[in-house]
């Protein structure tokens, strides 16, 4: 079936370091969602992609969406304990279940002090 | 306080038998999901629902069960045909899910099931 990949799956960082997490896509995403669950928590959201090449920040946190609409990435720029969390990215494919996101499996980032 | 409700927080169920979660929402979305999550796993898929009374199954449908007699419930049934049905599990809502469902999804504080 049609699947999101997402890595690393796994990110550990010394505080201040950067932190970047991959997606990607076989076929063409009509738009790209990014969740951050924090450990014991629920997904919360945190943006959304929609145009080929659109990059958006909100603060610290950078995210991309590739020209070909079919990669993203999340990038963290001086990470703070309170980064500490799973990052998961979820697509929607074109022509694809109108409820239907798929989500990548997730990067779980660990922050030491 | 709107928001989305899941109860309870911890269930444990004896093998066999059949569970139903709750999932309530006061934000008046039109669009309803249940997801498992699973160690390690991403988010999966188990039924949508984008208006009363009609419901679809999403990757991982089988064992399981809904009903969307309300704009606010979408109760979702663990049954015995689930082969393996320990996990956390998601109730989530959007505004809408049309238009390839650009609006993003407003999650509930899950249920942790295990069944023994």
């Known amino acids: 079936g049609q699947q999101v990949m997402q890595i690393p799956q796994y990110q550990h960082v010394q505080e201040g370091e950067d932190f970047t997490t991959y997606c990607n896509s076989s076929?063409?995403?009509?738009?790209i969602q990014w969740y951050k669950q924090r450990p014991g928590g629920h997904p919360v959201f945190l943006i959304q992609?929609?145009?080929?090449?659109e990059v958006k920040k909100q603060k610290r946190l950078t995210f991309q969406f590739g020209e070909a609409k079919k990669n993203s990435s999340l990038h963290i720029t001086a990470t703070q304990t309170t980064d500490v969390g799973t990052y998961f990215c979820?697509?929607?494919?074109?022509?694809?279940?109108?409820?239907?996101?798929?989500f990548g499996k997730g990067t779980k980032l660990s922050v030491k002090p | 306080d709107g928001g989305i409700t899941q109860s309870p927080k911890y269930l444990f169920r004896k093998e066999g038998q059949n569970v139903t979660l709750s999932c309530e929402q006061n934000?008046?979305?039109?669009?309803m999901y249940w997801y498992r999550q699973d160690p390690g796993q991403g988010l999966r898929l188990i039924y949508y629902?984008?208006?009363?009374?009609?419901?679809q199954k999403g990757d991982i449908a089988e064992g399981y069960s809904v009903s969307r007699e309300k704009k606010e419930s979408f109760p979702l049934t663990v049954t015995s045909a689930q082969k393996n049905p320990t996990a956390f599990y998601l109730c989530?809502?959007?505004?809408?899910?049309?238009?390839?469902?650009?609006?993003?999804?407003?999650f509930g504080p899950g249920t942790r099931l295990t069944v023994l």
């Open positions: 989530a809502s959007s505004i809408r899910a049309g238009l390839a469902g650009y609006n993003e999804q407003f």
């Open positions: 076929t063409t995403l009509s738009n």
């Open positions: 992609l929609v145009k080929s090449g």
């Open positions: 979820a697509g929607r494919v074109y022509g694809g279940s109108q409820g239907n996101l798929i």
């Open positions: 934000l008046n979305h039109d669009a």
């Open positions: 629902s984008q208006i009363v009374n009609d419901f």
